[in-house]
């Protein structure tokens, strides 16, 4: 077999209908700008923590989004909180709240 230097990604299916969207819900009651994410991507590409870790706040975000409440807030503690991607987000999403949102939710949303 020849390596090509990929291999394709593990099969995850999400159903919404049953999943926990109560930490998406709080979220968005605390900080509406968590909707205004259209995942671009412009965080993760100006994250330091993404430079040397596997953090990205697109990916956070959509575990968020997909009900993985404890995916959500492990990847959250791998962010130092530096705010590069609040200011190049172009929709004015406040990451850094929505990151300590997220750590504060750790003690309410025990998945």
């Not at 959500?72 to 990451?95: F, H, Q, W, Y």
């Amino acid at each position: 077999m020849i390596d090509f230097g990929f291999a394709p990604m593990p099969i995850s299916i999400h159903n919404l209908d049953t999943a926990n969207l109560a930490l998406a819900q709080w979220i968005n009651q605390q900080d509406v700008t968590f909707n205004h994410c259209i995942a671009c991507g412009s965080c993760t590409a100006t994250c330091i923590a993404g430079q040397f870790t596997t953090f990205s706040f697109r990916e956070l975000c959509h575990a968020i989004r997909r009900g993985e409440v404890k995916n959500a807030i492990d990847e959250s503690e791998k962010c130092m909180l530096c705010g590069k991607c609040t200011l190049v987000c172009p929709r004015n999403v406040n990451t850094r709240n929505i990151i300590m949102l997220i750590r504060k939710a750790n003690l309410t949303f025990k998945p």
